[in-house]
């Protein structure tokens, strides 16, 4: 809070909020600020705030950045940071999040368990016989389970072969279906949200998928507080697009000491403090590159979500102009195959791919320019 702008940025989205983040993440003691109504908004701020110190100039980051991604509400931070919302959106939806999300865990007794090591489907297994949801699935030898307390008992009582039980200090059983009361509360708030297109590739929670349309990342970010985290498929997907450095914004150190587990080879890079800056900068420089995704504001582009085999659809060959919501084709891998549909209609300018290309997370596929708008 010495930093006079940082100070300036923290108290303005406090102001948006409504909480004062400053005297929370200053004073207030480790119990209060666990509540997650405070947890939240506290949590999304300090990333926004820590991004613009990291670069003083937003724009700068599009050409260093290939990717970002947000584990459960940092995904908020994540979509604020890639422009598919404001700093100021962020804020009402996470403090209205955080609002929800605790009057939902108040209404049964509900909490969350990580289990670490042993056998994943032995551990999967055990999670499914006591009726208990895998809400975080982080990885190599982390997962969490969430479920009522009793449910979350009778687990520890019986736990999997080879497998730590470590209760977590949580309001309640946030990621599974006890937490549908917000959903709907934050998909009402939703609608009125304006939303772009991130000008990066943004990693979804939901599973690992690019997300190229900022009405369909806000659409998953709320859905996602009711259904698990697959960070594992998001750690696929950064591998899948070949990172070589993953930098965690502060509060940092989980989510790289996950990468180091998952991502052997990848180095990272944990943003904890001011005097840190500089090095994080030149970490970035190291292993910064432009992401691929045009930001050119007359044009659109479809991005391929996964890893796969582009097959086009028969519908749209020949075609010049498109309307919106129209299938272009899928990608398919070993996993599933995935529809690929242009959120945004117009003419054809440039098809990037062709029928059997093997494509990359987030590849271009399709450029089109808007109907009726003229060309630049």
Request: negative net charge; contains cysteine.
């Amino acid at each position: 809070m010495e930093d006079p702008a940082f100070a300036a940025r923290m108290e303005w989205l406090s102001t948006v909020a409504g909480i004062d983040l400053i005297d929370y993440g200053t004073n207030a003691d480790a119990e209060t600020i666990r509540a997650t109504e405070i947890a939240q908004p506290l949590l999304v701020a300090t990333g926004l705030v820590a991004a613009l110190q990291l670069f003083p100039q937003p724009a700068d980051a599009f050409s260093k950045i290939g990717a970002v991604a947000g584990h459960s509400v940092g995904e908020i931070t994540a979509a604020a940071g890639a422009r598919a919302i404001s700093a100021e959106q962020a804020m009402v939806l996470v403090r209205e999040r955080g609002k929800a999300m605790a009057e939902a865990a108040a209404k049964t007794p509900t909490g969350m368990t990580a289990v670490l090591g042993g056998n994943r489907e032995e551990v999967l297994a055990a999670i499914e016989k006591h009726g208990l949801t895998p809400a975080n699935d982080n990885g190599p030898g982390q997962i969490v389970a969430a479920g009522t307390m009793e449910q979350l008992e009778a687990f520890a009582a019986e736990p999997p072969a080879k497998a730590r039980l470590m209760p977590l200090s949580v309001a309640g059983a946030f990621h599974t279906t006890h937490m549908e009361p917000a959903v709907g509360h934050l998909a009402r708030l939703a609608q009125s949200v304006s939303t772009h297109d991130p000008r990066t590739r943004l990693i979804s929670n939901k599973d690992g998928q690019i997300v190229h349309d900022g009405a369909k990342a806000l659409g998953r970010i709320v859905g996602q507080i009711a259904n698990p985290v697959r960070w594992d498929l998001c750690l696929d997907t950064m591998s899948d697009i070949g990172v070589t450095g993953i930098l965690e914004m502060p509060p940092a150190g989980t989510l790289t000491g996950i990468a180091k587990r998952a991502l052997k080879g990848v180095e990272t890079f944990a943003l904890k403090t001011p005097d840190q800056l500089e090095d994080a900068r030149a970490f970035v420089e190291k292993h910064g590159e432009s992401n691929p995704i045009e930001t050119t504001p007359t044009w659109r582009m479809v991005v391929s979500p996964a890893k796969g085999t582009f097959k086009l659809s028969e519908a749209v060959s020949g075609l010049g102009v498109i309307p919106a919501d129209t299938e272009i084709g899928a990608i398919a891998s070993l996993r599933d195959t995935i529809a690929i549909t242009s959120a945004h209609g117009g003419e054809i300018i440039e098809w990037l791919v062709e029928d059997g290309d093997l494509v990359s997370p987030g590849q271009p596929l399709l450029r089109l320019h808007p109907t009726g708008a003229q060309h630049s």
